[in-house]
């Protein structure tokens, strides 16, 4: 049996993971769901130097401290760049990493070079105003896909802002990564930011799985996303 550990994106928890970790569980895997430094549940350790390597930091002291081998490391948005420094950190602690809908970064890139001109500059706007310089405000949930009140309900209260630092921090990579498997998964039925970064796993010969939901696929559709990752992980 495999060990998933599933990384959040940008302004949510551990927490987002709910609806999928007792499916992973169910078919027998161990599932740790962290929240990375400054969000969620960790909020209250948020300051201003909390950038991308603490949030490698998180997830490679969680594996280690585990002692958790033949991890399939999942990564969703902003967290693509996070399973990128961790398989570059411990590679030989990792069966594969799929990013979801997430950035695929190479050396010296950092996430907010990786976004879309557009999307880019609205980030940046944000941040120099109610973001006080430090921070990336929540984004609407209607602008990543979710349409159902239900969903809209249960995550609008539990996110929070996310700290600027982790985008604008570029990785710092070895190339030991590149030894780890990894797949792409797109989700489809929204503006598609990351087709891009689809794009640019195929190019590498990643392996690459769409599924037509939002952006927030393990809310809007946990169980296919569930499948697919049993399905990566037998792979």
């Known amino acids: ?7 959040h994106g940008a302004w949510h928890g551990g927490w987002v993971w709910q609806r ?10 161990e599932v740790h769901t962290p ?3 400054g969000v969620s549940d960790r909020a209250h350790v948020l300051h201003p130097q909390v950038g991308l390597g603490t949030h490698v930091q998180d997830v490679v002291a969680l594996i280690e401290a585990h002692d958790a081998r033949d991890v399939v490391l999942v990564g969703h948005s902003y967290a693509g760049q996070v399973v990128t420094g961790v398989a570059d950190r411990i590679g ?7 990013h979801l809908d997430a950035f695929v970064g190479e050396d010296g890139e950092a996430a907010i070079d990786l976004l879309p001109a557009t999307v880019a500059g609205h980030y940046r706007e944000s941040v120099a105003g109610p973001g006080f310089g430090w921070l990336i405000p929540v984004r609407s949930l209607s602008v990543l896909g979710v349409t159902e009140q239900a969903d809209l309900d249960w995550l609008t209260p539990r996110l929070t802002p996310h700290p600027w630092l982790t985008y ?3 990785l710092r990579l070895t190339g030991k990564g590149e030894q780890v498997p990894a797949a792409f998964v797109e ?4 503006m598609r930011v990351f087709t891009p ?7 590498r010969g990643w392996p690459v799985h769409e599924i037509a939901t939002g952006h927030e696929a393990m809310v809007t559709a946990p169980g296919e996303l569930a499948e697919l990752l049993l399905a990566v992980a037998a792979a």
């Open 92 to 98: 030989e602690r990792l069966a594969g990493r799929v």
């Open 35 to 37: 929240t990375l430094t």
């Open 187 to 190: 989700c489809t039925d929204w």
């Open 168 to 170: 604008t921090e570029p």
């Open 1 to 7: 049996m495999s060990t998933f550990v599933l990384v």
């Open 197 to 203: 970064q689809a794009e640019r796993a195929a190019a």
């Open 20 to 29: 999928v970790a007792p499916l992973l569980r169910a078919a027998g895997h």
